[in-house]
């Protein structure tokens, strides 16, 4: 059973920062598996839809929503099945429920889902 957990939230003043980590476990998950995955952080508000935050690919390109770019940066660690995403110069406009995803062609697994909470 394929698992994709979340950590690194929590509650932080504007203009702070987290790293939010999405750490993949299960049998079907080698390192190999692992890195064919992209895998995309997404968050969702209160009353507000689900948006894509950033998505980094199996070759390591990534791409960010315009509301994050040269704030937050997304990275990879196939070894330890992990994906990051470092968050800096925090607004409350970021708080959020975050969720990261791992796709494949053919799978598609989802984390739990962290909050975030941009306050001071």
């Known amino acids: 059973q394929v698992q994709l957990v979340e950590s690194g939230g929590g509650l932080v003043q504007p203009g702070g920062s987290l790293r939010l980590s999405c750490t993949a476990s299960?049998?079907?998950?080698?390192?190999?598996?692992?890195?064919?995955?992209?895998v995309t952080w997404y968050r969702q508000a209160p009353g507000k839809e689900r948006e894509l935050v950033a998505r980094i690919t199996s070759a390591g390109t990534t791409n960010y929503a315009d509301s994050v770019k040269g704030r937050f940066t997304i990275s990879r660690d196939n070894v330890k099945r992990s994906v990051y995403l470092q968050m800096n110069s925090l607004k409350p406009e970021d708080t959020a429920v975050y969720f990261c995803?791992?796709?494949?062609?053919?799978?598609?697994?989802w984390g739990q889902g962290i909050q975030v909470t941009v306050s001071s």
């Open positions: 995803n791992a796709q494949s062609y053919s799978n598609s697994y």
């Open positions: 299960g049998f079907t998950f080698s390192t190999y598996t692992f890195s064919t995955y992209a």
